[in-house]
């Protein structure tokens, strides 16, 4: 698997759009981005995945430039409901792998 | 709905017992996972099974004990040899022999397990 690198902490208000971004130099031909959520006391969930160029989803936006050495994720209009970790991970169409998880990005949302 | 179940939610124990933490999944998944969560970190693999009767250590297994005896059930033991067992625990399945790494995965909601 990739490795990864993003912020550890981002601050934001509701109502603010908020971009995360994710860096992966080493990424593979066919690695493939995928962004986890995780609040408190609770397991990760799928947000959005993508390849390259741009996803959206009823969530998130994922936009991914040429190079694929790095994506971003965006979240439109964040709430306080959207305050958790978020995970960046990068691998390649290797189903029943396990998935390596870093220490993501803590997304704190103000009013 | 299917889903992936894990209990109990809070468990204590006390030093030098063993204990089990429960998953149980009906989405007919091939795989399973343990991984540990110690507070502001990301999570760890403990222990990872793509197929009945068959599993392989992650990055933390010493201390921990697993079996797969059925598709729907993926035991974890925390063992006396676990030298620091507080910790969150989530276990995750996946389908097994199709899709795109990452896509697909389910978690459970975790065990909190604190030995005291």
């Known amino acids: 698997l990739a490795k990864t690198t993003q912020p550890i902490s981002m601050d934001s208000y509701e109502g603010q759009e908020v971009n995360i971004t994710c860096s992966h130099n080493?990424?593979?031909?066919?690695?493939?981005i995928t962004w986890y959520q995780q609040f408190p006391s609770q397991g990760p969930r799928f947000i959005i995945q993508?390849?390259?160029t741009k996803v959206t989803n009823e969530v998130a936006s994922l936009f991914i430039p040429a190079d694929r050495k790095s994506s971003t994720l965006s979240l439109p209009r964040v709430s306080l409901s959207d305050t958790a970790v978020y995970y960046c991970?990068?691998?390649?169409?290797?189903?029943?792998?396990?998935?390596?998880f870093g220490k993501g990005t803590t997304l704190s949302v103000s009013s | 709905d299917g889903g992936i179940t894990q209990s109990p939610k809070y468990l204590f124990r006390k030093e030098g017992q063993n204990v089990t933490l429960s998953c149980e999944q009906n989405?007919?998944?091939?795989?399973m996972y343990w991984y540990r969560q110690d507070p502001g970190q990301g999570l760890r693999l403990i222990y990872y099974?793509?197929?009945?009767?068959?599993?392989q250590k992650g990055d933390i297994a010493e201390g921990y004990s697993v079996s797969r005896e059925k598709k729907e059930s993926f035991p974890l033991t925390v063992t006396s040899a676990q030298k620091n067992p507080t910790a969150f625990y989530l276990c995750?399945?996946?389908?097994?022999?199709?899709?795109?790494?990452?896509?697909?995965?389910?978690f459970g909601s975790g065990t909190r397990l604190t030995v005291v």
């Open positions: 099974s793509q197929i009945v009767n068959d599993f």
């Open positions: 080493n990424i593979a031909t066919n690695d493939y």
């Open positions: 995750a399945s996946s389908i097994g022999d199709r899709g795109r790494l990452g896509y697909g995965y389910t």
């Open positions: 989405l007919n998944h091939d795989a």
């Open positions: 993508g390849y390259k």
């Open positions: 991970l990068v691998g390649g169409n290797q189903a029943g792998t396990a998935l390596i």
